[in-house]
């Protein structure tokens, strides 16, 4: 061999005869089943390999694989595993120069069959297995990084090696059930085809680049749906944690978009488990069309909850859908926002926030909602679940400065939702607000409502309000007040809510605080006191109960936090009265599981209630505006009202009336507030009606005319509208491009008309006090 190999490297232009000498012996061999001899040929072939680089070797090679080839072709396992061996140290070595007729489809399939053997000795199957998996490893390695080499990224390839790797990656339960003692672990992780494919597949996505991401990903996907992977997800997730996330999972979804509410709720569940790995370098879509995916499929599934089928109508023939497996796809979807969510940093997640937002469907000019029952129904679903999913994405975002977390346009967005009549909306709303504004961890420490004596116990982080905070309540601070205002007023509020109320409102007081908010905030939840004292509203007993006990954990808390020994003082003593003689008053027997309420709340004394002139007089003494503390707090009405679709006929004239007196030119007279009363309110009915008709009546006329006048009528109607707008113009352009005074004067034009006479500047006379 030595001999042969010194006469290979002396004449390079004998290699090729050698290589067809060697090949047609070893054919021959094969034949006459003289297997000694074909191991010695294949050890001449490898060691002349190795050994000759020279640029004839071309041709060399061709004999090489064809002899390997032959060697694949046989049946005997041990042959198959010889031909194998020899193409993996030929797959090793880099070549000096290229080769433009070479081509590896026969190897492709026939290592993808080897990967797939079903012989009937388990050890041997093992092994052709093993040599299937190097081979088609070897294959990668020789081609994927010669571009004169065949494109081992074409689907034709790529649909036969991934499946083959797939397929020994799926008895890794069998592999790891063995437990090999630590000696034998590395020996019995070579004999593991499970191992072995999994290291060659992880091998093939590192090598894929961004174009060619798509035919690696693609068989996956068809091997789960053939053999039916995704509903025990299991060997689902563990491909997915091989090949991290891409882009093809995404689009995969929308393509099983009408399969069952299972299949689905597999695929998702497997990009939430493979969103959590740090995905450094993985290839993926842009955030938002990962998110605006997800999105879709949510409607998706609450279109066929509501319809009951996928073509929008149950039929015969069509696939009856249950709602309890859709309700399951829709939860998990929420989840896998979460989960890429908290993967995000904070300015992407910003986003992401604003983008779910402008999704929900609110009933204004620019977000139109759909009408009818079902289109309500579909709406509130809609809301929900996106709300939640909101939620999700908001639970453990850390946001130092309060105007980059909550904007104001989606702010405005989201406060108006929290006017709407259904309840589990409105809660959604609170705690979504809730997990903004708590930046410290706090919010666990107020989940249940209680007047404790000393709240050191909660051990509450508390920061020094920063100046980007302040703005920011400056600015929103009165939109936050009118709402959680307007929420205490609801009727069909549960324990639940006053909690969120109550959590909102101690965040508010810890994160966002200084004087000004905290006097708002004392004069905002005694408003609240009144209305449950005062109940124009005409609330259950429950709720007006809820609002007394409200009011009396915040007070206990906020003076707590403000220190002020006779504003605590103040408080404690209506506590304790209530205690005795009023405990009904008080959250410890309104928020329990049966609540001990008062069948009559229309006779409270003055003792039970907080008064707002003695918070005012002793928080007055250290320094807190006194005269802001002594006005009642009463909310802004906007625009906003209309979108709760609640908004009454006196609330509508008293904004009307108090926008007309802003916008009034003549301020310094007070004009006497008009009365109120019930002829007035039938009055403002009747004419609005009135007016709405002559509206209506007109617009009917202009469009009759337009469609039953003459076309010379409707000419010179148009013609004498346009001729007026020309003599407008025509006064508007003499006055603004009438040449400028001349300093000679004026000189006289025909017809006695004086006209301005412009002289050119350097010819002007200047008095001398104008030269310097």
């Not at 190795?50 to 694989?65: D, G, P, W």
Request: proline fraction near 4%; charge should be negative.
């Amino acid at each position: 061999m030595e001999k042969l190999t010194f006469y290979a490297l002396s004449a390079p232009e004998k290699l090729d005869r050698i290589g067809a000498y060697l090949s047609e012996r070893l054919i021959r061999d094969v034949g006459r089943h003289r297997y000694g001899y074909v191991c010695i040929a294949m050890e001449a072939l490898d060691q002349l390999l190795m050994a000759c680089h020279c640029q004839s070797i071309n041709l060399f090679v061709e004999s090489f694989l064809k002899m390997v080839a032959k060697l694949l072709e046989s049946e005997k396992p041990n042959l198959q595993i010889l031909g194998t061996n020899s193409f993996v140290k030929f797959a090793n070595i880099e070549e000096d120069t290229p080769s433009y007729h070479r081509s590896y489809d026969f190897f492709v399939s026939r290592f993808s069959e080897m990967c797939h053997s079903s012989h009937d000795d388990l050890e041997i199957k093992t092994k052709i297995r093993m040599s299937g998996i190097k081979g088609l490893q070897g294959v990668v390695r020789k081609t994927v990084n010669d571009e004169l080499q065949a494109n081992i990224w074409d689907p034709q390839h790529m649909d036969k090696i991934v499946p083959s790797l797939l397929f020994n990656l799926q008895h890794v339960e069998e592999a790891e059930s063995r437990s090999p003692s630590p000696l034998q672990a590395p020996e019995k992780e070579k004999e593991n085809p499970a191992e072995l494919a999994e290291r060659c597949l992880r091998e093939l996505l590192g090598r894929a680049a961004f174009g060619n991401i798509k035919n690696a990903i693609k068989p996956v996907l068809i091997h789960l749906d053939n053999h039916s992977l995704w509903e025990p997800k299991v060997f689902a997730i563990r491909c997915f944690k091989i090949i991290m996330y891409s882009i093809q999972l995404l689009s995969h979804l929308d393509a099983n978009s009408r399969s069952a509410a299972t299949v689905r709720a597999g695929i998702v569940e497997v990009l939430s488990e493979a969103a959590v790995i740090a995905a450094t370098g993985s290839v993926g879509p842009t955030v938002l069309e990962m998110f605006n995916t997800l999105l879709r499929q949510l409607r998706l599934s609450i279109d066929y909850a509501l319809t009951g089928s996928y073509d929008g109508a149950a039929s015969l023939g069509t696939k009856i859908i249950k709602e309890h497996e859709e309700r399951m796809f829709q939860e998990a979807v929420i989840k896998t926002i979460g989960s890429f969510a908290s993967t995000l940093p904070t300015y992407q997640r910003s986003e992401v926030i604003l983008f779910i937002m402008s999704k929900v469907p609110l009933p204004s000019l620019h977000h139109p909602v759909e009408t009818g029952r079902t289109g309500e129904n579909r709406n509130r679903l809609t809301q929900i679940m996106l709300l939640k999913s909101l939620l999700q994405v908001s639970t453990g975002f850390q946001c130092s400065n309060m105007m980059s977390a909550l904007p104001s346009n989606f702010l405005d967005r989201l406060l108006s939702t929290a006017l709407m009549e259904d309840a589990e909306i409105r809660l959604f709303v609170l705690e979504i607000l809730i997990s903004f504004i708590d930046r410290h961890g706090n919010r666990h420490k107020f989940s249940t409502i209680s007047t404790l004596s000393d709240i050191s116990v909660l051990k509450l982080k508390v920061d020094k309000c920063s100046r980007q905070d302040t703005v920011f309540m400056k600015k929103h601070s009165q939109q936050l007040y009118r709402h959680i205002y307007l929420s205490c007023k609801e009727e069909t509020n549960m324990q639940t809510h006053y909690e969120a109320l109550y959590g909102l409102l101690a965040l508010l007081s810890i994160e966002l605080a200084n004087e000004e908010v905290v006097v708002d905030l004392i004069r905002l939840v005694l408003a609240v006191q009144d209305v449950a004292q005062v109940n124009e509203e005409n609330l259950p007993v429950y709720n007006r109960c809820a609002l007394y006990a409200l009011g009396a954990a915040y007070l206990n808390l906020i003076s707590q936090l403000t220190t002020v020994p006779a504003f605590c003082q103040h408080i404690h003593e209506v506590i304790e009265t209530r205690k005795k003689e009023a405990p009904y008053m008080l959250p410890e027997d309104v928020f329990v599981e049966k609540p001990r309420l008062s069948a009559n709340l229309d006779g409270v004394v003055i003792e039970f209630l907080f008064r707002q002139s003695k918070i005012s007089e002793v928080l007055g003494g250290s320094g807190y505006n006194s005269d802001r503390l002594c006005l009642p707090y009463i909310p802004q009405l906007t625009d906003e009202d209309r979108l709760s679709k609640r908004r009454s006929i006196g609330e509508t004239i008293s904004l009307q009336v108090e926008v007309e007196s802003r916008n009034s030119p003549e301020k310094e007279e007070r004009v006497p507030a008009e009365e109120i009363t019930y002829e007035t309110l039938k009055k403002a009915i009747v004419d609005s009606v009135a007016v709405e008709e002559q509206e209506r009546e007109r617009r009917r006329q202009v469009v009759e005319k337009f469609q039953k006048a003459p076309f010379e009528e409707i000419a010179a109607h148009c013609g004498a509208r346009a001729s007026l707008l020309q003599s407008k113009l025509n006064q508007i352009f003499e006055i603004t491009i009438r040449p400028p005074p001349s300093p000679s004067g004026t000189i006289t034009a025909a017809y006695g008309q004086p006209q301005n006479h412009s002289i050119p500047v350097y010819e002007m006379k200047f008095p001398d006090l104008c030269v310097y």
